[in-house]
């Protein structure tokens, strides 16, 4: 059993020690709307906070492992085959835009491999966990992927390029073809919990390009623990170094990956 084992332990508590001053800066956030510098230098600020806080934790925790985190980018422990890969606010502009759709990630690597993951949103208090071979879960309860096999029946998820993002029109190619054959594509804007709500079974896939291995690594064994494919666009594994992904239940990941695939 994932949960009460000593990893997970260290990861919520980590979690929910940052979670607690993020709480409180998002409800800042409404106030600083309207003033004229805008919130963003606020937010930098959320952010950096909460990734200290998470870093002191999780060093109190296991102080050899070293580090892969958003802001502060590679720190080297003493334990070279373990590194934590942290995202402190993923969905940032969600955050900023006053919108409580956005989570802390805290992705674990050993060697090659990633070992356990947490994805946590404070405002809604769900926090989905998982741990290699020891399946998946949201709060207590355990995680399945969906069941549905009808493409039609599907709703798929996605994240969009935006300004300075490159693959634009790649992206509106693809999302036509998606878009004809489902039920309905979804953007929430934070692809950690789009990945922790295929897990869940509430999307039946997910796909976007470009992501870091923050924004995808705790997600990526959520969705392998609770019984869903996840690979890079072509099929492939490479997600952790091309920031490509594809995930669904098994039964829509193959259908998904044709219609994502240029031909
Ligand atoms: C972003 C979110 C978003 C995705 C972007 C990411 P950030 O992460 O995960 O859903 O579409 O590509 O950059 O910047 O908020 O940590």
Redesign the pocket.
Known sequence: MALGSALWTVMTGAASKAARTMKRDFGEIEQLQVSRKGPSDFVSAADLKAEKTLRTELEKGRPKFGFLL?ESGEIQGADKRHRWII?P??????FLHGIPH?AISIGLQMDEEIIAGLVYNPVTNEMFYAEKGKGAFLNDHRLRVSARSDLGDSIIAT???FRG?PGHSSFLNRLERVMKVTAGVRR?????L?LAYVAAGRYDGFW?V???P??IAAGLLLVQEAGGFISDIEGGRTMLATGDVVSANPRIHGPLLGLLKDN
């Open positions: 958003e995202d606010i993923d969905g940032t502009t969600n956005f994240g969009i390029p993002i929430m804007g934070t692809a950690s789009d976007e470009g992501l870091k923050w924004d």
